[in-house]
């Protein structure tokens, strides 16, 4: 893929015509919303889609952001996720900062909604932003890697940044045609764009 391609996906820009190498697919924001679905345009048309996040903010204080997906066949949001969850912190007072595995977040072939964004804060100033990559969701051979990257601010007494790290695999050899988006409990706002690369 060329690089100016990439580069335009990064930044809003890429255009939308179907020969591009990197396609915006679809944009949804959430205003109070319970959920936001991609239950389209997930085809063998791209070997990936990125799923950007803007300004992810819920309505009740502490929650996480989570996702799971659907085999082709399916619509119960219960596929098996095998999952690693690391952050990086630093208190906006600059006290404690470390590096720490998130062993509550991850999952060993559990079919929960996956947390990428953990204790999201719901003041104007506690919100959260980032990506997930889906490798090869139509694939009827392989599993499915997906890794994410997440900048938030929490909802504890001390504000705190937190950079989540997340990776694994959708053990499913089926091909995934929808993902859903939704906080831990009760609503969220923000922007999901998707896109997809050939």
Excluded: C
Aim: proline share 2%; glycine share 8%; net charge negative.
């Amino acid at each position: 893929m060329p690089l100016g391609a990439f580069k335009a996906a990064l930044m809003g820009t890429a255009g939308v015509e179907a020969g591009a190498d990197v396609v915006l697919l679809a944009t949804q924001t959430a205003s109070n919303s319970a959920s936001i679905t991609f239950s389209s345009d997930i085809t063998s048309t791209y070997v990936e889609y990125i799923f950007k996040f803007y300004n992810i903010n819920p309505a009740t204080d502490q929650e996480d952001f989570t996702f799971q997906v659907n085999a082709a066949d399916s619509s119960s949001y219960d596929e098996y996720i095998t999952s690693a969850n690391f952050r990086t912190y630093h208190q906006e007072s600059g006290g404690a900062a470390d590096l720490v595995y998130q062993a509550p977040q991850d999952q060993a072939q559990g079919q929960s909604y996956q947390i990428f964004m953990h204790y999201l804060g719901n003041a104007a100033d506690e919100s959260a932003s980032g990506e997930l990559h889906l490798f090869n969701p139509s694939s009827t051979t392989y599993v499915k890697h997906f890794y994410s990257e997440a900048s938030v601010v929490d909802g504890s007494t001390v504000s705190t940044l937190n950079h989540y790290f997340v990776g694994g695999y959708i053990n499913q050899t089926k091909a995934i045609d929808d993902i859903q988006f939704k906080m831990s409990s009760g609503n969220f706002d923000g922007t999901i764009k998707m896109w997809g690369v050939k």
